[in-house]
């Protein structure tokens, strides 16, 4: 019988060239155990999706409960399933006011696809705005909004029309006109390097998006849910979007996505025709019992307050290696980037690293960044271990 590793190599589609090919056997709290009886502290939480750690202990429970009352029956907004009604309801209390209708998918890049059907439906126009730099999501109509054109060129035209706007830059917001279905930005932009907007750039995009009617979109698949110091990023800038799109630390560690607006907006998929959107399991029972168990540990334990401190504790640490490699630390909470003048550097520190025992990756589409993202349940002493490895990988991966 052949071994996970030669079924991995030789049967599953690779998404590299080289993959790393950690074979993992268990995971709990921030930890990792592979195969080869090593352990790795995971400072990017599986892309931001374990966010209490994993095997939290609600959310195991969650897991196990639902899947003793049933699985998969149908989920598209038909039935009343007790675990996707309870969690609408729940988010729906603590989203910002006027997000209060939740359709679910299975992942941000499905969140992204929808919002944006119901973007068009609803103003009756043709066209997107996303940013330079951007990502959200690998399906064709994401893609299309991705703002780096290395990934977007070798899949040929892809749907639109899209206009890419710079980042954080104001003076380009006159091109939001009335052509325009709606913008889509990530209120922190991850994948981009972890680029911090200022807080007047968005307002003034907001005010944008309402004076020539297109809709907001604010992507917070990774920001959303305690992530960047608040429950939600938006909070940082005193905006509420027309559209929020969620997903990845939404399901507890299974697949969820979402996108929430007001009545409305949301209303337009379910006339002319009727049944404009679906998804057969988005918003699957097993993942709405564990992001609810998940929700409810985020906002009883205030994991938002966690991670602004730890976190900055963390860039506290950071910013001592500066000029010792890393060029600039920057982020919000527990999303932080570190920027080194090299992108040849960064592969050589990030395999050092992890060579080192933690986990750490850069960004697609800025190559000198490294993004750190570990769970929101990280503690000082694990803050402390990885920041004796990745000084010690910048000593031995320095030019």
Known sequence: MSSARDDFLRHLAQTSEAPLG??????????????????YLDLIAGIGVSALGHGHPAVRQALTEQARRHLHVMVYGEYILEAQARLAGRLAEVLPTGLERIYFTNSGTEAIEGALKAA???????????FEGAYHGDTMGALALGGNPVFRVPFGNLPGPVRYL??????GLDAIDADVAAVVI????AEGGVRVPSRDFIRALSARCTS???????????????????????EHFDVVPDVMVLAKALGGGLPL???????????????????????????????CATGLAALEVIVGERLWQRAAAIGAYLRDGLERLVERGIEQVRGLGLLIGLEFSDAAWVRRFVAATIDRGVIINWTLNADRVVRLAPPLTLTRDEADFALK????ALASTSP
């Not at 068009?120 to 996303?130: D, L, N, S, Y």
């Not at 710079?166 to 003076?171: A, D, I, L, R, S």
């Not at 490895?389 to 010690?392: G, L, P, T, Y």
């Open 22 to 39: 950690l074979e993992i056997t268990h995971a709990e709290g921030s930890w990792l155990d592979a195969r080869d009886g090593r352990r």
């Open 120 to 130: 068009r439906k609803f103003t009756g126009r043709q066209q997107f705005v996303a």
């Open 166 to 171: 710079p980042y954080g830059n104001e003076q």
């Open 186 to 189: 990530e209120p922190v932009q």
């Open 212 to 234: 020539s009617g297109a809709l907001l979109i604010f992507d917070e698949v990774l920001t959303g849910l305690g992530r960047t110091g608040r429950l939600f990023a938006c």
């Open 257 to 287: 996505g979402a996108f929430c607006a007001r009545d409305e907006i949301m209303f337009t998929l379910a006339r002319d025709p009727p049944l404009g959107h679906l998804t057969t399991f988005g918003g699957h029972p097993l993942s």
């Open 389 to 392: 490895a990745i000084e010690a």
